[in-house]
């Protein structure tokens, strides 16, 4: 299977249980990776065929900025949920990481795995 990469979306939002997350919004980084296939679209070099990522970007970055979510779970599963309602991807593998969540730390997070049935 093929991979459509978006590397580094920056989102600033609200995401934590703690009263300072909960008024004060946070950078969160986010990395997809998305199995598609492109052969369609590489054999007949037309951008109709292909998965339109700057869509996805876009529909990440506004989700990720104002879901409000409490934990970086919710919220992987959410924007999981907006990468597979495109009906070319088959799977997502994505890693979300608020950057400012420990000092001592450049980044906390996730990486989750899922798939269309």
């Not at 934590?16 to 909960?22: M, P, S, V």
């Not at 409490?70 to 597979?84: F, G, K, Q, W």
Request: proline share 2%; net charge negative.
């Amino acid at each position: 299977m093929d991979k459509i990469i978006i590397r580094d979306l920056k989102a600033i939002g609200i995401i934590g249980i703690y009263d300072q997350e909960r008024i004060t919004p946070q950078e969160m980084r986010i990395n997809i990776s998305l199995d598609v296939d492109t052969r369609k679209a590489a054999e007949a070099d037309d951008i109709t065929l292909c998965l339109d990522y700057e869509k996805v970007a876009l529909k990440v970055k506004a989700h990720a900025e104002s879901a409000r979510r409490l934990t970086v779970e919710a919220l992987a599963e959410d924007i999981a949920r907006i990468c597979l309602g495109m009906p070319e991807v088959k799977k997502v593998y994505l890693r979300l990481e608020k950057t400012q969540a420990i000092a001592f730390a450049s980044s906390v997070g996730i990486e989750i795995e899922r798939g269309n049935n």
